[in-house]
Structure formats: C-alpha cells, structure tokens
C-alpha cells in the first residue's frame, strides 16, 4: 500500500510524466480522463485503509469501491478500444483482465462481509 500511495503522491506532484494517458490519442481529456482515475484511486485507498483500520462500516466501502473499480474497466476498455490499433489487442486484454481480477476479489470480500455481518 505504501507503494500506491507513493505513486499517487508522485503523479499528483508532477514528479511521474504524464505522457502516458494521452500517448495513444495526444488529447488534453484523455490526461484530464486518467487523473479523474488517478484521483478516484487515491480516495479509494484512503477510504478503504480508515475505514480497515477502525472497523467501520467496511461492507458498504466494499460495495462502493467496486462500482468505481466498474466504472475503472468500462471507460478504460472504450478508451482503449476507441484510440487503440488493431494489434492492441493483446495488451487491452491483458488490461480487462486484471481489472475484472480486481472486481471479482471486490465481489468476494463483500460476499465474506456479509457471511460475516450474520454470522455475529
């Protein structure tokens, strides 16, 4: 997690380049476009570290963190479909795939929450 938050204190700064989100396109809104990600991340990881810490309501930071992580392989996959060539095929792929990995284990710890909420 430190890590995270290093890259995104890194981006935010301006010590990252920010050449990658518009490579593909060379559009101003895509850049804009990722920090909107970078910034959803950030508050993500924010949220979900206080909200683990002090054993708060944790199922319902699940649930939103999961919608954003939605939101995260819809706009990514049109984007990258949209400005990407056809021989992009592989790394597209490999990008929905992790991001769909990521909401499913999203999915999984709100299903054990819930398991857990009645268990007590």
């Not at 990252?16 to 101003?28: Q, S």
């Not at 199922?59 to 996959?77: D, L, P």
């Not at 400005?83 to 790394?91: H, I, N, T």
């Not at 795939?97 to 299903?111: A, D, G, K, V, Y």
Request: charged letters at 15%; a negative charge; glycine letters at 4%.
């Amino acid at each position: 997690m430190g890590i995270t938050l290093s890259y995104l204190i890194a981006y935010f700064v301006g010590l990252i380049d920010p050449f990658m989100p518009a490579a593909a396109t060379g559009l101003v809104v895509d850049y804009q476009l990722h920090q909107v990600r970078f910034l959803l991340a950030f508050v993500m990881v924010a949220v979900g570290t206080t909200a683990l810490s002090f054993d708060w309501r944790v199922e319902e930071i699940f649930v939103i963190s999961a919608w954003v992580q939605a939101y995260f392989v819809v706009t990514a996959m049109v984007r990258q479909w949209r400005s990407g060539a056809d021989e992009a095929l592989l790394p597209t792929i490999a990008m929905l795939s992790i991001l769909l990995t990521i909401f499913s284990l999203l999915i999984t710890l709100i299903i054990e929450e819930r398991k857990r909420k009645t268990d007590l």
